[in-house]
């Protein structure tokens, strides 16, 4: 039988809606057998919106196992739940974690997991403290599409990774939508380094803080700019630069919400050959691997599609959800693919650019 997980969910949204409903499909579909997943408890701030919620979302036997309830507290509280996946807005994942984690249950938050580097650090000390799991819901390092790139990378024959440009971008229309709106409200962590950052930065993560000849060491330098919008004072472009000088190498992020990303919104150049990875960055369904005739040279000897768009059952979240599910039945507190290490550098990184605007800062 699989290990089955029980879960609530705090925020009645549009992530949380895609969440549940990726792991609530039969897991057969993605060739899992050993775990599962129940939704048995949804919080909004309104049971009556949380009930309209699971109504929509929740359909056939597990509707009947979901129970609304009208505050944050009361699902973290309820018995029949294991862990709470955490979809507020950005700014009320510090205290959502906080009280689930006191009441006992293991944390998947959505990204950014928190605020800022001081929240998370506290999150950590507490899960540590309450010996719960606790992961931020980075769900584009658990596609099988970024597992295959990982496979390429670490085979070793692109040689070694020189410059990586990543961005995520779109068209959020910010002079026709509310100033209340997630995107724009300073109030709710808007803006495109909080909202779209974390997708440029699990690349490089991927790539290069996970590199086994970096051995866990930060970057040794970034640097970053803001551009900010006149209506709320949110960044509305936002590129930042990763130096990992004892790997010659350099990650060129970038993140935006008034145009869109390029087509081949993600390359990594290799002394050997490239990957090209088409938009969007957080959901590829293929990429393409080249390899060079000879090292740094322009011309391209052989070149590999991967393809996985047929492949793909659902939007993708359900993968985190069976890791989640696999480190609680193991005991774990965190994940080894994407631990609290790599969400403490992102939020370091967050800080850093959003401090950063008058000048580069170093690490050692």
Not at 280 to 301: M, T
Request: some cysteine.
């Amino acid at each position: 039988m699989p290990y089955t997980l029980r879960w609530g969910i705090l925020g009645a949204g549009w992530i949380s809606s895609s969440f549940v409903k990726d792991i609530l499909l039969d897991p057969s579909t993605r060739d899992v057998d050993d775990v599962a997943h129940k939704v048995t408890a949804v919080g909004s701030r309104d049971a009556k919106k949380a009930q309209e919620w699971i109504d929509k979302y929740i359909t056939g036997d597990a509707h009947a196992e979901a129970k609304a309830y009208g505050s944050y507290e009361e699902v973290a509280n309820a018995s029949d739940v294991d862990a709470i996946y955490i979809g507020t807005p950005h700014t009320h994942h510090y205290d959502c974690a906080v009280a689930s984690i006191n009441a006992g249950k293991h944390v998947l938050v959505e990204k950014p997991a928190t605020s800022n580097l001081a929240e998370w650090e506290a999150l950590v000390q507490l899960a540590k403290e309450k010996n719960v799991f606790l992961m931020e819901a980075m769900w584009t390092r658990f596609l099988p599409v970024t597992k295959a790139m990982k496979e390429v990378i670490a085979g070793g024959e692109l040689g070694e990774l020189r410059v990586l440009h990543a961005d995520l971008a779109g068209n959020f229309d910010i002079n026709n939508i509310p100033k209340t709106h997630r995107i724009l409200d300073p109030q709710l962590g808007g803006g495109a380094l909080l909202d779209l950052g974390p997708y440029p930065l699990i690349w490089a993560i991927l790539a290069l803080y996970e590199d086994p000849r970096n051995e866990k060491r930060h970057p040794t330098r970034i640097t970053g700019n803001m551009i900010k919008t006149k209506l709320t004072g949110v960044d509305s472009s936002t590129v930042f630069v990763l130096d990992f000088e004892h790997l010659d190498a350099q990650a060129i992020l970038s993140c935006g919400i008034t145009i869109s990303s390029p087509e081949n919104a993600l390359i990594m150049r290799f002394s050997n050959g490239n990957i090209i990875v088409p938009r969007p960055i957080y959901r590829p369904d293929s990429f393409k691997v080249q390899k060079l005739a000879k090292e740094g040279s322009n011309d391209v000897a052989e070149e590999k599609e991967y393809e996985f768009k047929s492949k793909l059952v659902g939007g993708g979240w359900h993968f985190q959800a069976d890791e989640v599910a696999r480190c609680v039945r193991d005991g774990k507190i965190q994940s080894d693919l994407w631990g609290l290490d790599k969400t403490s550098l992102e939020m370091k990184i967050f800080d850093e650019v959003r401090a950063d605007e008058i000048g580069p800062s170093k690490w050692y």
